[in-house]
Structure formats: C-alpha cells, structure tokens
T-cell receptor, first 116, second 110 residues
C-alpha cells in the first residue's frame, strides 16, 4: 500500500503555544487528506477533510480557527493546533486518499500531542 | 447523522478459534471498508466492499457485505496471535467521507 508519513511523531508543548503537524503522502498524489483524532482505546473521530487547493471542510463541533488545516499540494497537508490547551492532548492521525486508488485511506503513523 | 455500530466491543479467543465481528449501519451504504489497527499502531486498510451480498477472502479473513447493504461482517478462521488488534469498519453513504465504527478489540490467547 501507499506510504504516508507524519511529523513529528511526538510533541510536548506548553499551554498557549501552537503546534504544526505535517502529513505527507510519499508515493502517490492524494486528492483528499483527512485529519482524525483518536482518544485511548476509542475509535477515530474525523476532524476535517481537505482537498488540494481548497479550504478544508470541518466536522460539526471542530473549531476551524483552532485547528488550521492547509492542503497546499497533492502530497502535503498540515494541521496547526493554535493556542493549545491540555484538553487538546490527543493522538492525531492523518490519512491520504485518492479517487484513482478507490478511496482507500492510507494512514500516517500518528502524532502524540501532549499539552502541559 | 450516520450511525455505525460494531459488535462485539471486545473479544477474547484462544489461538486457533474463529472470530467474527459485525458492523451495522442505520442507513443503506454505498460501500464499506475494513481496517485493522495493531496496539500502538495506525489503521491499515484491509478491504473495500461495494456490491450487495459481496464476499471477499484474504487468506484466513472473509469479508461479507449484506444483501441490503446495511451491514457487514469480518470472519477470521483459526486465529493467530498476529491477529491481535482493533478491527474498524468504515462506512460511506454516497459521500466523500467514511464514518468509522467504534471498533472491535480482539485479543488472542496463545
């Protein structure tokens, strides 16, 4: 399957600071990238969907001004958690998909964010 | 909104026993995908089902899509310790996004 990378894998930041997470599809062009949040032993909660070159579509209850998503190219999407608070601590996972690949989602390894 | 249930939530089996997890939707689906997430890992795509009544096999794994396209099952024959993980279904109702079920966590005792 396709390879998707995420950076960083772990990050610890202080409350009030911002953190940027990168998601890259390494060997295919992703027309769509998804950002999920996963709490321990729970399912994946979709935060937003981003298509290359257009604004992200956020799920209900997800603040777009707090979770800034940029999908600048077919291989890169970024999620910036602005003014992070301890309740933002979570596991953030991106996935990449393409209609050419049958809409299978290829997931990155995830980023563990801890806000102190 | 889209409601997706998976049963059971947890399953403990002895190595060599069979295992089945079920995914049920409140609405008719266009397609359904199955993913496996190992402990500490990320979800990995297993299969996509599109046609009513479709059955697909991958070695010891058998996937089935219900005739009404509202439910699906994943059956593992003769489980092995390598099957340990959480199995998620992800359903699509003719839209762009897939909604993930809560998952079934499988543990296999050697």
């Amino acid at each position: 399957g396709a390879v998707v990378s995420q950076h960083p894998s772990r990050v610890i930041c202080k409350s009030g600071t911002s953190v940027k997470i990168e998601c890259r599809s390494l060997d295919f062009q992703a027309t769509t990238m998804f950002w999920y949040r996963q709490f321990p032993k729970q399912s994946l909660m979709l935060m937003a969907t981003s298509n290359e070159g257009s604004k992200a579509t956020y799920e209900q209850g997800v603040e777009k001004d707090k979770f800034l998503i940029n999908h600048a190219s077919l291989t890169l999407s970024t999620l910036t958690v602005t003014s992070a608070h301890p309740e933002d601590s979570s596991f953030y996972i991106c996935s990449a998909s393409s209609w050419l690949a049958g809409y299978e989602q290829y997931f990155g390894p995830g980023t563990r964010l801890t806000v102190t | 909104g889209q409601q997706v249930m998976q049963i059971p939530q947890y399953q403990h089996v002895q190595e060599g026993e069979d295992f089945t997890t079920y995914c049920n939707s409140s609405t008719t689906l266009s397609n359904i995908q199955w993913y496996k997430q190992r402990p500490g890992g990320h979800p990995v795509f297993l299969i996509q089902l599109v046609k009513s009544g479709e059955v697909k096999k991958q070695k010891r794994l058998t996937f089935q899509f219900g005739e009404a396209k509202k439910n699906s099952s994943l059956h593992i024959t003769a489980t092995q310790t390598t099957d340990v993980g959480t199995y998620f279904c992800a359903v699509n109702n003719y839209g762009q996004n897939f909604v993930f079920g809560p998952g079934t966590r499988l543990s296999v005792l050697p």
